[in-house]
């Protein structure tokens, strides 16, 4: 079956960086789109970042010249390079299986556990 398996958070201070890693089996990697999404407690979970077959890459506004996602197909995995941080960047994120629908990205049903990503002020 399916497997996503986030790894790479952690607690770090503001204006820090991390690098998250997503770990995909189950699945033809080179084939699927992917995403990077995450969720503040209290808030619904919201797109971070998507990344095309091809390389193509989508960010949210709010982390547009701060986060970078990039894959492997070679290796399987997906990666999300965080720089200067802040509190409000703080939730779980989630590695997801993302498919096109008129042009937008959209998650599928298959997401990993999700890794806790805190930033300190």
């Known amino acids: 079956q399916v497997q996503l398996v986030e790894s790479g958070g952690g607690l770090v201070q503001a204006g820090g960086s991390l690098r998250l890693s997503c770990a995909a089996s189950?699945?033809?990697?080179?084939?699927?789109?992917m995403g990077w999404y995450r969720q503040a407690p209290g808030k619904q979970r919201e797109m971070v970042a998507t990344?095309?077959?091809?390389?193509?890459?989508n960010y949210a506004d709010s982390v547009k010249g701060r986060f970078t996602i990039s894959r492997d197909n070679a290796k399987k995995m997906v990666y999300l390079q965080m720089s200067s941080l802040k509190p409000e960047d703080t939730a779980v994120y989630y590695c997801?299986?993302?498919?096109?629908?008129?042009?937008?990205?959209?998650?599928?049903?298959?997401w990993g556990q999700g890794t806790q990503v805190t930033v300190s002020s």
């Open positions: 189950g699945i033809i990697f080179s084939i699927n789109h």
């Open positions: 997801a299986v993302v498919r096109v629908v008129a042009g937008l990205p959209i998650p599928t049903a298959y």
């Open positions: 990344i095309s077959t091809d390389g193509r890459t």
